[in-house]
């Protein structure tokens, strides 16, 4: 079974600053796809940024980045120029052969002025 | 485009009553997934249609728990009879089909709260 870890419960970060979220995660796999999903207070959970475990280049989306290490098996997203609206709970996913998305527990991120 | 829809947002009930969710994906979207929310944790899949079969059932606690999708629309999400631990936020998400890397759109959740 997979499983997908973030260890950081919560972490906070200065407006304009660059923060870093981590996350494991453990297969058997070696076609899968990882996510980080987005869910604000009292709002929808959002894609944030998605990567192919094939594709060796790491994937950005604006000022969202990931720094992918299959070997290690670690999916790290990258917040640069960190806003107000940053402010969420961050959930690391993985899904596989089975389609099905596994979410980690989540990091609540806290960006203060 | 209109998002997926879900109601109620809030329901509070007694343990042993009964609970219906109701959830209307995006329209054109084949694939509808129903999660459990518990409070500090990630969402766990219960349940995912496609059209209107279910792909993967392996986690929904069948003696309370059923859920059917209309004609390959709508679905709703039952719990009958309710327990204390089933206390969360129920999401239901759809995605265009059942790819892989399909992103998954969500809905806003039913907040469920047993006593």
């Known amino acids: 079974a997979q499983t997908v870890t973030q260890s950081q419960p919560e972490m906070s970060v200065q407006e304009a600053e660059t923060v870093t979220l981590s996350c494991t995660y453990d297969?058997?796999?070696?076609?899968?796809?990882l996510f980080w999903y987005k869910q604000p207070p009292s709002r929808q959970m959002i894609l944030v940024i998605r990567?192919?475990?094939?594709?060796?280049q790491n994937a950005t989306e604006n000022r969202f980045s990931v720094n992918f290490q299959k070997a290690a098996k670690s999916f790290s997203l990258k917040i640069s120029d960190s806003q107000l609206g940053d402010t969420a709970m961050y959930f690391c996913?993985?899904?596989?052969?089975?389609?099905?998305?596994?979410f980690g527990t989540g990091t609540r991120l806290q960006v203060t002025l | 485009e209109a998002g997926v829809a879900q109601s109620p947002r809030y329901k509070i009930i007694e343990k042993r009553q009964s609970v219906a969710f109701w959830c209307n994906p995006i329209?054109?979207?084949?694939?509808l997934y129903w999660y459990q929310q518990i409070l500090g944790q990630g969402p766990k899949l219960l349940i995912q249609?496609?059209?209107?079969?279910?792909?993967?059932d392996s986690q929904l606690p069948k003696d309370r728990f059923s859920a059917e999708r209309l004609k390959g629309v709508d679905s709703t999400l039952k719990i009958q009879p309710a327990k204390l631990e089933d206390s969360a936020v129920y999401l239901c998400?759809?995605?265009?089909?059942?790819?892989?890397?399909?992103?998954?759109?969500f809905g806003p959740g039913t907040r469920l709260t047993v006593l």
């Open positions: 990567q192919e475990a094939y594709k060796q």
């Open positions: 329209s054109g979207h084949a694939t």
């Open positions: 297969t058997s796999e070696s076609n899968y796809y």
């Open positions: 249609f496609q059209n209107n079969g279910v792909v993967d």
């Open positions: 998400a759809s995605s265009l089909d059942w790819d892989r890397g399909d992103e998954q759109f």
């Open positions: 996913a993985f899904t596989g052969t089975a389609s099905k998305l596994t």
